[in-house]
Nanobody
Framework: QVQLVESGGGLVQAGGSLRLSCTVS????????MGWFRQAPGKEREFVAR??????STVDSVKGRFTISRDNAKNTVYLQMNSLKPEDTAVYYC??????????????????WGQGTQVTVSS
């Protein structure tokens, strides 16, 4: 079966950085459109970023601070998070979508999910 495993979360102060990783097992990351979502306590799961054939994109709230990238040789997708804010505190989930890739931003569009990694940003 396809499995996604996230890592890299932790506790950082505002203004700090973290790099999340998502490794795909039972498949290859290049076979899927990959996305990152996050869910804060008491809130709905929120789209953050996605890959595409040409690169990727992020939501406006993290634009200029977060960057999504992938290393196909390592079957891994990354989310580099800089200038972190307390409002970024959430469990971050990696997700994979089978083709066609399109421009997926909704939970229902993705087929596989990781277990999540906690990111906590303190003031």
């Amino acid at each position: 079966q396809v499995q996604l495993v996230e890592s890299g979360g932790g506790l950082v102060q505002a203004g700090g950085s973290l790099r999340l990783s998502c490794t795909v097992s039972g498949g290859t990351s290049r076979s899927y459109a990959m996305g990152w979502f996050r869910q804060a306590p008491g809130k709905e799961r929120e789209f953050v970023a996605r890959t595409s054939w040409s690169g990727g994109s992020t939501v406006d709230s993290v634009k200029g601070r977060f960057t999504i990238s992938r290393d196909n040789a390592k079957n891994t997708v990354y989310l580099q998070m800089n200038s972190l804010k307390p409002e970024d505190t959430a469990v971050y989930y990696c997700a994979a979508k089978l083709g066609p890739w399109g421009t997926p931003t909704q939970e229902i569009e993705y087929d596989y999910w990781g277990q999540g990694t906690q990111v906590t940003v303190s003031s």
